[in-house]
């Protein structure tokens, strides 16, 4: 388990670079020239520009990436769930990018396989880790001895 987490970590920190470097780089030219983009591109969408799809890749993909990569390393509480969301959310923005721009790109076709293997890594990571043979876990002391629960032998039951 720990090569399968140790790979979504690496995939987690691409999407979140990516989502920076394209998002800020939106964000310092609107006009997308720096990118080779068209605003004409953008003529059936609700945008005039692509200062809002920057702020949406660096925020929604960026940071997010990142911060599910973080909680990936230090396995904090919920970290799976961040995979999910990281994933989640580059796979319907990229999609939704398919839909309403006139033209498709191939980093597009790229960020959508990496949270499609990411969500197959969240759920693999969510099954529980099979007992290797050769190898026991630690049983409590009262699971050893068979006693199910505890009673006093001088108290009288139902009293």
């Not at 080779?36 to 960026?62: E, N, R």
Request: proline share 3%; hydrophobic share 55%.
């Amino acid at each position: 388990m720990k090569a399968v987490r140790q790979l979504a970590t690496a995939i987690e920190m691409l999407l979140g670079a990516l989502g920076l470097y394209l998002g800020f780089m939106l964000i310092s030219d609107p006009t997308g020239r720096r990118l080779d983009l068209s605003t004409s591109w953008l003529q059936h969408t609700l945008f005039a520009d692509y200062l809002i799809p920057g702020w949406v890749l660096a925020l929604g993909i960026g940071l997010i990436s990142l911060l599910a990569a973080m909680f990936t390393v230090y396995k904090k509480h919920g970290y799976r769930s961040m995979m999910l969301l990281a994933a989640g959310l580059t796979l319907l923005l990229n999609l939704a990018g398919f839909f309403l721009l006139a033209e498709q790109f191939g980093i597009q076709w790229v960020l959508i396989f990496l949270s499609i293997v990411l969500l197959l890594l969240a759920y693999v990571l969510s099954k529980p880790e099979p007992v290797q043979a050769g190898v026991q876990k630690a049983v409590p002391a009262q699971a050893k001895s068979g006693k199910t629960h505890h009673f006093h032998k001088h108290r009288k039951r139902g009293h």
